[in-house]
């Protein structure tokens, strides 16, 4: 069996750890500086995964924007784009999200139940994969290998990021704190309360700081 992937959560939060506010419009935690970094890290990866709640309120296309970096993969001999990876229980994802419809590869985690519901809805545009009854975060890991994923890039949301973490599959984690203050208890956060490795008293080995802009850029290792 092929190794895991290197696991990486990107997340840019808030100072009291939201990753948007309840407004209808996206809140933007990230300087033009720092949206770069984050085009570079995907550049950089196999596969970038995003949760299917985001799909559904955020609709992202997840792409490496730059033309540069595009062709350097090419370049390399991978596609110009990684693979696009998504995780739902529910199947609750409609056909119409950019997602779908930009880039080459896409595959979405699922369960029994969600497989079902999403029927044909993704024919021609995603591989739809189940891991049973739930979402089994470490077979998905284990097909993603088998897939060739060396390094998975996780951009969220909250739940998605929080499973990660509360099961121990992260190796990094990039931690982008913006000079906001959100306050909104209905409020999407970074995680959420779980079961975490090592409970409270467990610390993290701090890899790197940097501001970027107005950013400050925190890496940590589990």
Do not use: C
């Amino acid at each position: 069996m092929a190794e895991r992937p290197y696991v990486l959560l990107s997340v840019a939060t808030s100072i009291d750890g939201y990753i948007d506010d309840t407004s209808a419009e996206r809140l933007l935690l990230s300087n033009a500086e720092d949206f770069d970094r984050v085009d570079q890290v995907r550049a950089e990866s196999d596969a970038v995964l995003v949760g299917g709640n985001t799909l559904r309120t955020d609709d992202p296309r997840l792409l490496v924007n730059s033309e540069r970096r595009r062709a350097e993969r090419v370049a390399a001999g991978k596609p110009a784009y990684p693979l696009k990876v998504t995780v739902s229980a529910s199947g609750d994802l409609d056909r119409g999200l950019k997602f779908w419809h930009f880039g080459d590869r896409k595959v979405v985690y699922t369960t029994d139940a969600g497989a079902s519901r999403l029927g044909g809805t993704l024919d021609g545009l995603a591989e739809v994969v189940s891991t049973g009854d739930s979402v089994d975060f470490g077979a998905m890991l284990d097909d993603l290998a088998a897939r060739g994923v060396r390094r998975l890039m996780v951009e969220g949301g909250g739940r998605i990021h929080t499973q990660f973490l509360s099961l121990g599959l992260a190796d990094e984690v990039h931690l982008a704190v913006a000079p906001l203050l959100v306050g909104e208890a209905g409020a999407p956060r970074f995680v959420y309360p779980a079961a975490f490795p090592g409970g409270s008293t467990h610390r993290m080995t701090l890899l790197g700081a940097e501001t970027v802009g107005d950013v400050v850029l925190l890496r940590y290792a589990p």
